[in-house]
Nanobody
Framework: QVQLVESGGGLVQAGGSLTLSCAAS????????MGWYRQGPGKQRELVER???????NYTDSVKGRFTISRDNGKNTVYLQMNSLKPEDTAVYYC??????????WGQGTQVTVSS
């Protein structure tokens, strides 16, 4: 069983920064990718940034140049550095772990609120 523990969400003013962390524990093998998704009010969950075991990064265009994903393989931890935050970044942010080719686990989510 895989567990994901997220931290780092909160309330910030527009233009501010936050760093999210997601630590994975449990029976992790054949890790494929870790990433961050978000779901804003009344919206569908969407990819924010994702990093594969090979170091390839996928991201949504709206965060380009503002958000940076990184990982610590030794700690099975992924980070999301979020700069120049905008009110439209307000959402619940979820960590996702992809492993053993077809399996995936989700974190419980952390709220990020950006005030204007």
């Amino acid at each position: 069983q895989v567990q994901l523990v997220e931290s780092g969400g909160g309330l910030v003013q527009a233009g501010g920064s936050l760093t999210l962390s997601c630590a994975a524990s449990g029976s992790i093998s054949e890790l494929n990718a870790m990433g961050w998704y978000r779901q804003g009010p009344g919206k569908q969950r969407e990819l924010v940034e994702r990093i594969t075991s090979a170091g390839n990064i996928n991201y949504t265009d709206s965060v380009k140049g503002r958000f940076t994903i990184s990982r610590d393989n030794g700690k099975n931890t992924v980070y999301l550095q979020m700069n120049s935050l905008k009110p439209e970044d307000t959402a619940v942010y979820y960590c996702k772990l992809e492993y053993r080719r077809f399996l995936a686990s989700w974190g419980q989510g952390t709220q990020v609120t950006v005030s204007s």
